[in-house]
């Protein structure tokens, strides 16, 4: 403890490292670059947290230039489970900072992010600072789609924060404990989202740094990320625990509808064209699908209509259990085709002001 009050923290970074293959000095580099001391004793400083999940420490050790080693703690995490899960959750759980914030091993942030990022979330009196994101070397990624006039006391339904599913940027390590937050490990995919939904819909003061230094996605991620043939049950256990859970249950109307919305566009739509693109959609796929679609709209009724006339083409398809692959891949592409007045509007235009229209939904996450 004494040694916590000479040497406050005020913020915890933690990298999630996999394999000793990952380019982790870029990250650790960028993270010294962003603008706060890293050196024991100064004030604000940044400690960066690496875990080394199922992999010796030493490899991953050695990638960090020596004149970073020093200001980095390397932590060691074995749990045999490939999810990013544990080795974030055993991060948080040695973080002591006023705040917490993850980064992937892949991933970088811009010269003066975290400093930048610090400033703006006191300045709102914060305690979630959402951060920008880009490709590296490209353009931005434009979740959350935040509305133009909007920064900070965003709405998690009109700021359609569920578009975020990685809680990325700076949470209050306070608040992270005081809501219970972990990521669950039993999932084979969508770890972040309970999370992320929890605390979108915590009623946390949440800000979003526009304008501020991104935090960059890095190609080569991309090229690791293959995938696996799993039932689609299985695919999308982590929405279907989330919507039929005592939380969920807990939350108004607009919220639920909300969650399931972006579930449906985003995941159920999702699966649905990789399978069929791949030319692996077939009536087991049609069944499981259409069950956990009638999970979802069963406990969020009206989900659907804010979605376009192509998207609702799509959704009568995968609810009647449609096993023509062909005919599946022409409809998830139609839905894509935004040149198609089709994809403009819902099926009901008294639907059409509402923040997930596609519309009003396209032109927001344009001015992102």
Known sequence: MDNELQDPVLLDLVIAVHTPDRPVERAVASLIDGGLPTAPGAKRRLRINVVCHNTD??????????EHRSLVRFLHYADGIKSPAGPFNHGIAQSTG???AIMGSDDSVEPGALAQWVDAAERDQADVLIAPMGHAGGGPIRTPVVRRAHRSRLDPVAD????RTAPLGLLRLSLVRQ?????????????????????WFSGAKISYGRGLPRYLVHADAAVRV???ARPVREDLAFATDMVTSEWFAGLPQAAREAIVTKIIRVHVFGHVLLRADAGTWNSEDAAQMAQELRKLLFRAPHAARPLSLADRRLLDAVARQEADVAVMKRLALARRRFTSPQTWVPRSFSHALHPEAPLRFMSASALV
Request: without cysteine; hydrophobic residues 35%.
């Open 226 to 228: 293959t995938h696996t």
């Open 57 to 66: 420490v030493d490899p991953i050790r050695e990638r960090v230039a020596p």
């Open 160 to 163: 359609r924060l569920t578009y």
């Open 179 to 199: 809501l219970g937050l972990s990521f669950p490990t039993r999932y084979a995919t969508g770890e972040d989202q309970s999370f992320s939904a929890r605390l």
């Open 98 to 100: 006023t705040w917490v």
